[in-house]
Protein backbone atom coordinates (compact mmCIF):
# COMPACT_ATOMS: atom_id res chain seq x y z
CA UNK A 1 0.00 0.00 0.00
CA UNK A 2 1.00 3.54 -0.45
CA UNK A 3 1.50 5.23 2.51
CA UNK A 4 2.09 8.66 1.24
CA UNK A 5 -1.30 10.48 2.55
CA UNK A 6 -1.69 14.51 1.92
CA UNK A 7 -4.51 16.54 3.37
CA UNK A 8 -7.02 17.75 0.69
CA UNK A 9 -6.71 21.44 0.80
CA UNK A 10 -10.07 23.43 0.19
CA UNK A 11 -10.13 27.47 -1.69
CA UNK A 12 -7.86 25.44 -4.49
CA UNK A 13 -9.33 28.37 -7.23
CA UNK A 14 -8.32 31.64 -7.68
CA UNK A 15 -12.05 32.62 -8.69
CA UNK A 16 -10.99 36.36 -10.01
CA UNK A 17 -8.44 35.15 -12.63
CA UNK A 18 -9.10 35.14 -16.18
CA UNK A 19 -9.41 31.55 -16.44
CA UNK A 20 -11.96 31.05 -14.30
CA UNK A 21 -14.32 34.02 -15.74
CA UNK A 22 -13.60 32.38 -19.22
CA UNK A 23 -14.45 29.08 -17.74
CA UNK A 24 -17.62 29.88 -16.50
CA UNK A 25 -18.54 32.46 -19.20
CA UNK A 26 -18.08 28.87 -21.45
CA UNK A 27 -20.25 26.82 -19.14
CA UNK A 28 -22.83 29.86 -19.40
CA UNK A 29 -22.38 29.47 -23.30
CA UNK A 30 -22.91 25.60 -23.43
CA UNK A 31 -25.70 25.50 -21.59
CA UNK A 32 -27.24 28.27 -23.64
CA UNK A 33 -27.03 26.85 -26.99
CA UNK A 34 -27.65 22.76 -25.44
CA UNK A 35 -24.93 21.14 -26.74
CA UNK A 36 -23.77 17.88 -25.59
CA UNK A 37 -20.14 17.79 -25.12
CA UNK A 38 -18.00 19.93 -22.71
CA UNK A 39 -14.71 20.39 -23.47
CA UNK A 40 -12.99 23.29 -21.76
CA UNK A 41 -9.37 22.74 -22.92
CA UNK A 42 -10.87 23.69 -27.00
CA UNK A 43 -12.27 27.05 -25.24
CA UNK A 44 -9.82 27.99 -23.07
CA UNK A 45 -6.58 27.06 -24.85
CA UNK A 46 -3.76 24.95 -22.85
CA UNK A 47 -2.39 27.67 -20.31
CA UNK A 48 -5.48 28.81 -19.34
CA UNK A 49 -6.70 25.20 -19.32
CA UNK A 50 -4.35 24.67 -17.19
CA UNK A 51 -4.80 26.98 -14.29
CA UNK A 52 -8.50 25.54 -13.42
CA UNK A 53 -8.45 23.55 -10.77
CA UNK A 54 -12.18 23.20 -10.23
CA UNK A 55 -15.17 23.15 -12.36
CA UNK A 56 -17.48 25.63 -11.58
CA UNK A 57 -20.89 24.87 -9.61
CA UNK A 58 -23.03 26.18 -12.59
CA UNK A 59 -22.15 23.09 -13.77
CA UNK A 60 -25.56 22.25 -12.58
CA UNK A 61 -27.17 23.59 -16.01
CA UNK A 62 -25.63 21.53 -18.78
CA UNK A 63 -28.09 19.25 -18.79
CA UNK A 64 -27.97 18.09 -22.41
CA UNK A 65 -24.21 17.14 -22.14
CA UNK A 66 -23.31 13.61 -23.10
CA UNK A 67 -19.71 13.91 -23.10
CA UNK A 68 -17.26 15.66 -20.85
CA UNK A 69 -13.88 15.96 -21.91
CA UNK A 70 -11.38 16.78 -19.27
CA UNK A 71 -7.71 15.42 -20.32
CA UNK A 72 -4.63 15.94 -19.05
CA UNK A 73 -6.20 18.84 -16.65
CA UNK A 74 -4.91 19.84 -13.44
CA UNK A 75 -8.16 19.62 -11.65
CA UNK A 76 -7.75 19.11 -7.97
CA UNK A 77 -11.97 18.30 -7.62
CA UNK A 78 -14.86 18.17 -8.82
CA UNK A 79 -18.04 19.77 -7.38
CA UNK A 80 -21.29 17.54 -6.70
CA UNK A 81 -23.25 19.57 -9.18
CA UNK A 82 -21.89 17.42 -11.65
CA UNK A 83 -24.50 14.93 -10.31
CA UNK A 84 -27.50 16.80 -11.86
CA UNK A 85 -25.98 16.79 -15.41
CA UNK A 86 -28.53 14.05 -16.18
CA UNK A 87 -27.46 13.24 -19.78
CA UNK A 88 -24.28 12.62 -19.21
CA UNK A 89 -22.67 9.56 -20.75
CA UNK A 90 -18.97 9.79 -21.07
CA UNK A 91 -16.55 11.01 -18.73
CA UNK A 92 -13.09 11.71 -19.59
CA UNK A 93 -10.62 13.17 -17.02
CA UNK A 94 -7.66 10.88 -17.97
CA UNK A 95 -3.90 12.03 -17.43
CA UNK A 96 -5.51 14.38 -14.34
CA UNK A 97 -2.91 13.08 -11.92
CA UNK A 98 -3.93 15.60 -9.04
CA UNK A 99 -7.60 14.11 -9.48
CA UNK A 100 -7.42 11.67 -6.61
CA UNK A 101 -11.32 12.02 -5.39
CA UNK A 102 -14.68 12.57 -6.81
CA UNK A 103 -17.60 13.44 -4.98
CA UNK A 104 -20.62 10.84 -4.42
CA UNK A 105 -23.04 12.78 -6.05
CA UNK A 106 -21.76 11.59 -9.28
CA UNK A 107 -23.78 8.16 -8.70
CA UNK A 108 -26.90 10.29 -10.04
CA UNK A 109 -25.71 10.19 -13.54
CA UNK A 110 -27.95 7.46 -14.51
CA UNK A 111 -26.84 7.68 -17.94
CA UNK A 112 -23.10 7.60 -17.50
CA UNK A 113 -21.23 4.33 -18.45
CA UNK A 114 -18.25 4.87 -19.81
CA UNK A 115 -15.25 6.74 -18.39
CA UNK A 116 -11.81 7.21 -18.73
CA UNK A 117 -9.73 7.78 -15.44
CA UNK A 118 -6.15 7.73 -14.54
CA UNK A 119 -6.62 5.13 -11.37
CA UNK A 120 -3.11 4.62 -10.49
CA UNK A 121 -3.72 8.10 -8.93
CA UNK A 122 -6.66 7.42 -7.27
CA UNK A 123 -7.33 6.65 -3.69
CA UNK A 124 -7.51 3.16 -2.53
CA UNK A 125 -6.97 1.94 -5.97
CA UNK A 126 -6.14 -1.96 -6.83
CA UNK A 127 -2.77 -1.18 -8.08
CA UNK A 128 -0.69 0.54 -5.23
CA UNK A 129 -4.19 1.60 -2.63
CA UNK A 130 -3.15 4.65 -2.55
CA UNK A 131 -4.04 6.06 1.33
CA UNK A 132 -7.02 7.62 1.79
CA UNK A 133 -6.79 11.22 3.62
CA UNK A 134 -8.53 11.34 7.44
CA UNK A 135 -12.00 12.86 7.55
CA UNK A 136 -12.14 13.69 11.17
CA UNK A 137 -13.81 17.22 11.81
CA UNK A 138 -15.19 16.78 8.54
CA UNK A 139 -11.99 18.64 6.64
CA UNK A 140 -13.20 19.22 3.22
CA UNK A 141 -15.09 22.16 1.98
CA UNK A 142 -16.94 22.64 -0.86
CA UNK A 143 -17.87 26.29 -1.86
CA UNK A 144 -20.81 27.67 0.08
CA UNK A 145 -21.68 27.70 4.08
CA UNK A 146 -23.45 24.84 3.46
CA UNK A 147 -23.82 21.38 2.50
CA UNK A 148 -26.44 18.98 1.11
CA UNK A 149 -26.40 15.78 2.48
CA UNK A 150 -25.58 13.22 -0.69
CA UNK A 151 -28.28 10.82 0.42
CA UNK A 152 -31.24 12.74 0.94
CA UNK A 153 -30.39 16.07 -0.16
CA UNK A 154 -31.14 18.02 3.12
CA UNK A 155 -29.36 21.65 3.77
CA UNK A 156 -26.70 20.94 6.94
CA UNK A 157 -23.88 23.47 7.83
CA UNK A 158 -20.30 22.04 7.47
CA UNK A 159 -20.55 21.10 11.37
CA UNK A 160 -23.43 19.21 10.68
CA UNK A 161 -22.08 16.56 8.65
CA UNK A 162 -20.44 13.78 8.65
CA UNK A 163 -18.12 13.01 5.82
CA UNK A 164 -17.03 9.18 4.40
CA UNK A 165 -15.44 7.56 2.02
CA UNK A 166 -16.85 5.18 -0.14
CA UNK A 167 -15.09 3.21 -3.49
CA UNK A 168 -18.08 2.64 -6.00
CA UNK A 169 -18.22 1.44 -9.70
CA UNK A 170 -18.83 4.65 -11.97
CA UNK A 171 -18.85 4.09 -15.76
CA UNK A 172 -16.31 1.82 -15.91
CA UNK A 173 -14.20 2.59 -13.47
CA UNK A 174 -14.13 2.29 -9.28
CA UNK A 175 -13.45 5.99 -7.84
CA UNK A 176 -13.32 7.23 -4.20
CA UNK A 177 -16.36 9.35 -3.57
CA UNK A 178 -16.86 11.67 -0.79
CA UNK A 179 -19.91 11.08 1.07
CA UNK A 180 -21.81 13.89 2.98
CA UNK A 181 -24.38 12.83 5.21
CA UNK A 182 -26.68 13.96 7.65
CA UNK A 183 -27.93 10.89 9.76
CA UNK A 184 -27.00 7.04 10.43
CA UNK A 185 -29.90 6.33 8.36
CA UNK A 186 -28.35 7.86 5.19
CA UNK A 187 -25.09 6.20 6.43
CA UNK A 188 -26.54 3.12 6.09
CA UNK A 189 -27.97 3.96 2.33
CA UNK A 190 -24.46 3.71 1.24
CA UNK A 191 -23.97 1.43 -1.54
CA UNK A 192 -21.87 -1.97 -0.52
CA UNK A 193 -18.41 -1.27 -2.42
CA UNK A 194 -17.18 -4.05 -5.10
CA UNK A 195 -15.52 -6.95 -4.24
CA UNK A 196 -11.43 -6.06 -3.57
CA UNK A 197 -12.12 -2.86 -2.13
CA UNK A 198 -12.52 -1.90 1.50
CA UNK A 199 -16.46 -3.34 2.54
CA UNK A 200 -17.78 -0.26 3.89
CA UNK A 201 -17.81 3.48 3.97
CA UNK A 202 -15.22 4.71 6.29
CA UNK A 203 -13.12 8.11 7.44
CA UNK A 204 -10.10 6.85 6.20
CA UNK A 205 -6.46 7.79 7.58
CA UNK A 206 -2.88 6.37 8.15
CA UNK A 207 -4.58 3.93 10.33
CA UNK A 208 -6.79 1.76 7.91
CA UNK A 209 -6.23 -1.43 6.70
CA UNK A 210 -6.45 -1.77 3.13
CA UNK A 211 -6.30 -5.05 0.87
CA UNK A 212 -3.19 -5.20 -0.73
CA UNK A 213 -2.53 -3.76 -4.07
CA UNK A 214 -1.22 -5.28 -6.86
CA UNK A 215 1.60 -3.86 -7.17
CA UNK A 216 2.78 -5.69 -3.64
CA UNK A 217 2.01 -9.07 -4.84
CA UNK A 218 4.32 -11.38 -5.90
CA UNK A 219 4.33 -13.01 -10.01
CA UNK A 220 2.45 -16.26 -8.20
CA UNK A 221 0.10 -13.89 -6.72
CA UNK A 222 -0.66 -12.00 -9.61
CA UNK A 223 -0.83 -14.96 -11.33
CA UNK A 224 -3.31 -16.53 -9.11
CA UNK A 225 -5.86 -13.41 -8.80
CA UNK A 226 -5.80 -12.71 -12.59
CA UNK A 227 -5.62 -16.73 -13.86
CA UNK A 228 -9.27 -16.30 -15.08
CA UNK A 229 -8.02 -13.32 -17.30
CA UNK A 230 -4.92 -15.37 -18.51
CA UNK A 231 -5.18 -16.33 -22.25
CA UNK A 232 -3.55 -20.39 -22.96
CA UNK A 233 -1.98 -19.41 -26.01
CA UNK A 234 -1.35 -23.26 -26.55
CA UNK A 235 -4.97 -24.11 -26.17
CA UNK A 236 -6.01 -21.36 -29.10
CA UNK A 237 -2.58 -22.93 -31.47
CA UNK A 238 -4.74 -26.59 -30.91
CA UNK A 239 -7.81 -24.57 -31.57
CA UNK A 240 -6.56 -23.81 -34.83
CA UNK A 241 -4.65 -26.90 -35.77
CA UNK A 242 -7.33 -28.17 -37.92
CA UNK A 243 -8.21 -25.27 -39.82
CA UNK A 244 -4.39 -24.33 -40.71
CA UNK A 245 -4.37 -28.42 -41.82
CA UNK A 246 -7.29 -28.64 -44.00
CA UNK A 247 -5.80 -25.58 -45.87
CA UNK A 248 -2.45 -27.52 -46.66
CA UNK A 249 -2.14 -28.84 -50.25
Known sequence: MNNMISAIKNNVQDRNSVAWKRLCDYVEKIAAEGND????????GPELF????TLPETIATLKKVKR?????????????????ME????????TSYDLHWFPYEI????????SRVSTRALYGNFKNRKGFPILTNNPVRY??????CSICKKDMSWL?????????????DVLPLLVNVCSSTCEAAIPAPPKDYIPH???????????????????????????HKIIDISSIEDQNEPAKSSTRT
Not at 38 to 43: C, M, T, Y
Not at 161 to 171: A, F, P
Open 37 to 44: EFSPVKEL
Open 68 to 84: VWLYGSKLKRIPPEIGE
Open 107 to 114: INCKKLKD
Open 50 to 53: SQIY
Open 160 to 172: DTNQLWVSLRIGT
Open 143 to 148: EGNTVK
Open 87 to 94: SLEYFDPY
Open 201 to 227: AHKGGSNLKQLRGDNDLSIEEFKQKYA
